[in-house]
């Protein structure tokens, strides 16, 4: 079994800031790319950012400048510091991991259970 597990979602002011948290666990045999998605109503879901284990950080155009993307690859855990939020940022904000399980020979995609950030104006 794997988990991955959000935490730190909420409701937030405009200009205001929110640290999102999530930890994998389970039969673990590695982890690869690890990262954000987000998908509000009525849109397809979408990267926020992602982290290599050696550390390569993708963004979002929407994102730069205002949100950061920290992994430890020793605990398989990754947030995102929420910076300058506003209104379209509201969202079900989504982990991704690709690992590879204990009895696996090649990794796979592993989703978290979601958390929502709503952000008014």
């Known amino acids: 079994q794997v988990q991955l597990v959000e935490s730190g979602g909420g409701l937030v002011q405009a200009g205001g800031s929110l640290r999102l948290s999530c930890a994998a666990s389970?039969?673990?045999?590695?982890?690869?790319?690890m990262g954000w998605y987000r998908q509000a109503p009525g849109k397809q879901r979408e990267l926020v950012a992602s982290?290599?284990?050696?550390?390569?950080?993708t963004y979002a155009d929407s994102v730069k400048g205002r949100f950061t993307i920290s992994r430890d690859s020793a605990k398989n855990t990754v947030d995102l510091q929420m910076s300058s939020l506003n209104p379209e940022d509201t969202a079900v904000y989504y982990c991704?991991?690709?690992?590879?399980?204990?009895?696996?020979?090649?990794?796979?995609?592993?989703w978290g259970q979601g958390t929502q950030v709503t952000v008014s104006s």
């Open positions: 389970g039969s673990i045999f590695s982890i690869g790319p």
């Open positions: 991704k991991a690709e690992l590879r399980r204990l009895n696996s020979r090649v990794p796979s995609d592993y």
């Open positions: 982290a290599t284990r050696d550390g390569r950080t």
